[in-house]
């Protein structure tokens, strides 16, 4: 059965825009500290922002799921002329690199939208974004619910426990649930 759609809302990255200012990141890292905004650290947040200073390209990336298994890294991306590897533009927490891991624990970071009670009106990254590169969109986007098989936080919560146990992993929850 084909997957139906809904309306959501998602962020949208105009990279033409970013000044490579890393707001998004120190936003997104005080949004995340416990308690809440008692920390400033980029290494904590869950957008890092690509910076090639000579060509002055900046290129935001999410952090998305946990991957126990590294990729091949064979694929090469040109841009403007000048190569990049696959492991650039890459979203995953994975075990080839230290990239959205958490510094003092290097459990996974993941992007959560801000989930938050009361919600927030737009995400943290999107609201301190002054040149517009990030923006709240409503779109149209495939609703997960309408799928088969185990939701994609059942898997990523399996993997997690094969790969750190399940005291780790129960620790990560409770500081996520007190943040
Ligand atoms: S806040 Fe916006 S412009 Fe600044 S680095 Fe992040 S995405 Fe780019
Ligand atoms: S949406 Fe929230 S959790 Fe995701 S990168 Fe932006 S500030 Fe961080």
Do not use: W
């Not at 040109?78 to 995953?92: A, D, P, R, V, W």
């Not at 009670?117 to 002054?130: D, G």
């Amino acid at each position: 059965m084909a997957p139906q759609t809904k309306k959501d809302k998602v962020i949208k990255v105009n990279t033409d825009k970013c000044t490579g200012c890393r707001s998004c990141e120190m936003a997104c890292s005080a949004f995340h500290a416990v308690p809440k905004y008692s920390l400033v650290n980029p290494s904590r947040s869950r957008i890092r922002v690509f910076v090639n200073q000579q060509q002055a390209e900046y290129v935001p990336v999410y952090a998305s799921d946990y991957t126990p298994a590294q990729c091949n890294r064979r694929q090469v991306h040109t841009i403007s002329g000048k190569e990049y590897n696959l492991c650039t533009f890459c979203g995953s927490s994975c075990p080839s690199r230290d990239l959205f891991k958490e510094p003092d624990s290097h459990l996974p970071l993941k992007c959560d939208m801000c989930a938050n009670e009361p919600p927030l009106s737009a995400p943290m990254c999107v609201q301190v974004c002054e040149p517009g590169c990030l923006t709240y969109e409503e779109t149209e986007v495939e609703d997960k619910k309408t799928l088969d098989g185990p939701g994609e936080m059942e898997m990523g919560l399996d993997s997690l426990v094969r790969k750190y146990g399940i005291k780790k992993v129960e620790a990560m929850l409770d500081q996520i649930a007190k943040g």
